[in-house]
């Protein structure tokens, strides 16, 4: 999962990286499950320190599940259960506790086979208090929903596409905004966006921002075009999507001004640290030679070829890499 527009907020951190360490599964059953607490927790009818797994919870996330198309029924239990064992270094979202009021540490081999079981074993479950703060608002409700969106929309399967169609709000924009890139392709470059007199909502910005990295990661098959890494853990994919000419310099949301680069080259790249020669061939900073943190950073990229996208009309534009080298480039010449 990727940095949003809700990360601006503290409290989400914690959100962010329990839902990046949820492991990758087949199905939709935890983020159903989160959706349906959120919807609950709206209507004041449930206790994040103490979700109990009863009959409105099971027809909430059964109804979830219906509204996108997905016949299963009474399926609740499973991700309850799940989303309270462990593994590993992996902190569960919530703690599962006993009709003694003990808390349990569990893994998937504890699974119950039921939902009577599930019922009989576990009084309710109790969110991370990391966790709670950003439950307790609406606003924070809100950002969490949003955070769960865009854990959906980086799942493979069906499934996943059929609750983001049912049950997001901005995925109607973030899809027509995607057919507007790949249509982008076949114009001619225009390096720089026209921005409004009025300041851009924040659903626009983050319409724009998710479709623009759905783009680019889709383009670059999750790898980094500088130095080919491509991890994937859970729902988490270590890519990012980096616009050439950055927004602040009134870059233009054009797969074209995109490049997908794992985090260290995402970062130096947006340090002014390497840019891209008319060759696709990588240049590195001078200065790497003379810092010795950075010197792996001229060993690993120096003069190493651009990776290309999926689709060569989707290839980096000269005009954004000229202007990169250019006007970003630590090595520029000064104007």
């Not at 340090?271 to 010795?292: P, Y």
Request: proline share 6%.
């Amino acid at each position: 999962m990727q940095r949003s527009d809700t990360e601006s907020s503290t409290s989400l951190r914690p959100w962010i990286e329990a839902l990046q360490s949820e492991p990758r599964s087949n199905t939709v059953y935890k983020p159903a499950l989160l959706l349906a607490i959120l919807n609950l927790l709206d209507e004041g009818v449930i206790d994040p320190e103490q979700v109990r797994l009863d009959d409105r919870l099971v027809e909430e996330v059964d109804e979830i599940l219906r509204r996108a198309s997905i016949e299963r029924s009474a399926i609740a239990w499973q991700p309850f259960f799940h989303l309270g064992t462990t593994k590993g270094t992996r902190d569960p979202i919530w703690t599962l506790v006993d009709k003694a009021g003990q808390p349990l540490r569990l893994v998937s081999a504890d699974a119950p086979s039921s939902i009577k079981a599930t019922r009989d074993n576990f009084a309710y479950a109790s969110f991370s208090r990391d966790l709670i703060g950003a439950l307790r608002t609406e606003r924070g409700r809100t950002a969490v929903r949003q955070l769960i969106f865009e854990w959906l929309e980086q799942r493979p399967d069906p499934d996943a596409r059929r609750v983001l169609e049912a049950h997001d709000p901005d995925w109607t924009d973030v899809d027509r905004y995607r057919r507007d890139l790949r249509a982008r392709s076949s114009q001619d470059f225009s390096p720089f966006a026209v921005r409004p007199r009025i300041e851009l909502s924040a659903k626009t910005r983050r319409v724009r921002s998710r479709a623009f990295r759905l783009e680019v990661l889709e383009q670059y098959d999750d790898r980094c075009a500088a130095c080919g890494l491509r991890l994937r853990l859970g729902a988490m994919v270590e890519a990012e999507a980096s616009h050439i000419i950055p927004v602040m310099a009134d870059g233009v949301d054009d797969v074209r001004n995109g490049l997908a680069l794992c985090r260290t080259h995402h970062w130096a790249f947006d340090a002014k640290l390497w840019t891209v020669n008319s060759e696709s061939r990588i240049l590195v900073a001078r200065d790497a030679d003379e810092r010795s943190d950075l010197a792996a950073l001229r060993r690993d990229l120096a003069d190493q070829q651009l990776r290309p996208p999926v689709t060569p009309a989707f290839a980096p534009h000269p005009d954004a890499l000229d202007w990169h080298r250019k006007h970003w480039f630590v090595d520029a010449p000064a104007a």
